[in-house]
C-alpha cells in the first residue's frame, strides 16, 4: 500500500525486514536476538543502520 508521506519506501523496508525476520526466527528468543536480526536484515534492504 502506498502512501503519501515523505518516509513511506523507508517506512515499508523497516515493515519488510520486521517481517523478514519475524518469519524466519518465530517467536520465543530474547529481544537481542531480534535486534541483532533486524539490524542484518535492515543493512541487507540498504538502509544505513547503526548498532
Known sequence: MKYNFVHSEITDLIIKAYYNVY??????????VYENALVIELRNLGLLVLA
Open 23 to 32: 518469519n524466519t526466527l518465530g517467536y520465543g528468543f530474547l529481544e537481542k
